[in-house]
């Protein structure tokens, strides 16, 4: 597995807005313009996407990809890790939340592996491009 790549951003607003947005999976399309499509395909008893299919245009990510998504360290921590893809052999992610009632700390790391040999550094800036991108989106649509 390569290393991580991670990336921070600081929104104005309660850690409870912030957290209702990235647990709702199904409905990332609407902040995130890289993710074009979500089919949620399973959920848990409380009613939490624990695998979506996504299709994910990320300039030069883009692939359908399933992902099992990790509730255990919920609220704080939402984790994510690849079952099936394309192009990727791997796409780990998680994000932490932090915060109070008006703004709220996020951090989103990443590594991705492709079934295709890519330089380190060319691999390392994609992910780096998807993460700024990522949070700027998010920041921008919670802070509407």
Do not use: C
């Not at 104005?12 to 409905?27: H, M, R, T």
């Not at 009613?47 to 300039?59: E, K, P, Q, W, Y």
Request: charged content about 25%.
């Amino acid at each position: 597995m390569s290393d991580i790549t991670s990336g921070s951003v600081s929104i104005e607003a309660p850690i409870s807005e912030v957290q209702k947005l990235l647990f709702d999976i199904g409905n990332y399309p609407t902040w995130s313009k890289a993710i074009k499509s979500v089919e949620v395909l399973s959920s848990d008893g409380e009613g939490r996407v624990t695998s979506a299919r996504l299709l994910v245009d990320a300039g030069m990510m883009k692939d359908k990809v399933v992902l099992d998504y990790d509730w255990s360290h919920a609220p704080d921590t939402l984790t994510f890790a690849l079952s099936d893809a394309d192009i990727l052999t791997a796409m780990d992610g998680t994000y932490i939340i932090s915060g109070d009632d008006e703004n709220t700390k996020v951090t989103y790391s990443l590594t991705v592996e492709l079934s295709m040999s890519l330089p380190a550094m060319m691999r390392h800036k994609a992910e780096q491009t998807v993460i700024d991108t990522a949070l700027t989106q998010l920041k921008a649509f919670a802070e509407m």
